[in-house]
T-cell receptor, first 114, second 112 residues
Framework: DAGITQSPRHKVTETGTPVTLRCHQT?????MYWYRQDPGHGLRLIHY???????DKGEVSDGYSVSRSKTEDFLLTLESATSSQTSVYFC?????????????FGPGTRLTVL | EDQVTQSPEALRLQEGESSSLNCSYT??????LFWYRQDPGKGPEFLFT???AGEEKEKERLKATLTKKESFLHITAPKPEDSATYLC?????????????FGEGTQLTVNP
């Protein structure tokens, strides 16, 4: 399972509140990713990191920020949650096998914004 | 802009009834095409990477093939445990950070 955990696994929050999701990996992978998955859209990249303190935006980054102060942890923050951010959030790491390094996913966090 | 389209959206098969799932892509300089399996309530599970047209990969009852415009996931004599959503993704040559573009998936149900 590539040693990826996500916390919390489920969260219900109210519009306007800040929310932080955590992704933790145990295998020292350099690249980490945050995706959201919604019906009709599939998986979409929010942000990714290519090292400690090195991050970049994905295709749906508005309303989200990330931080990576340690190799093993990648945090996703919703500064002021909105109902449109209700989704399932997946963290992934890029493995080191294969020519391109396949991405392996965590179990997901289901977030509901009321 | 990279695009990935999967068809059909949903497929119902009887156990033992072979079929194929399609993944069509438009990408600038394909570096790799990936297939994943996703069970309800879980994260996607990596299946295959295909790098160039003509390449094939197999795993148990699954075989993935790649052309210059599309990929097929062939399922031979499926079993109920093959029921899942199958996702296709591409990595383009121009993208940074090994970014992937995903299709919406095909939901496969195999009835006993």
């Amino acid at each position: 399972d590539a040693g990826i955990t996500q916390s919390p696994r489920h969260k219900v929050t109210e519009t306007g509140t800040p929310v932080t999701l955590r992704c933790h990996q145990t295998e020292n992978h350099r690249y980490m990713y945050w995706y959201r998955q919604d019906p009709g859209h599939g998986l979409r990249l929010i942000h990714y990191s290519y090292g400690v303190k090195d991050t970049d935006k994905g295709e749906v980054s508005d309303g989200y920020s990330v931080s990576r102060s340690k190799t093993e942890d990648f945090l996703l923050t919703l500064e002021s949650a909105t109902s449109s951010q209700t989704s399932v959030y997946f963290c992934a790491i890029r493995g080191t096998s294969g020519r391109l390094g396949e991405q392996f996913f965590g179990p997901g966090t289901r977030l509901t914004v009321l | 802009e990279d695009q990935v389209t999967q068809s059909p959206e949903a497929l119902r098969l009887q156990e033992g009834e072979s079929s194929s799932l399609n993944c069509s892509y438009t990408v600038s300089g394909l570096r790799g095409l990936f297939w994943y399996r996703q069970d309800p309530g879980k994260g996607p599970e990596f299946l295959f990477t295909l790098y160039s047209a003509g390449e094939e990969k197999e795993k148990e009852r699954l075989k993935a093939t790649l052309t210059k415009k599309e990929s097929f996931l062939h399922i031979t004599a499926p079993k109920p445990e093959d029921s899942a959503t199958y996702l296709c993704a591409v990595q383009a040559g121009e993208t940074s950070g090994s970014r992937l573009t995903f299709g919406e998936g095909t939901q496969l149900t195999v009835n006993p």
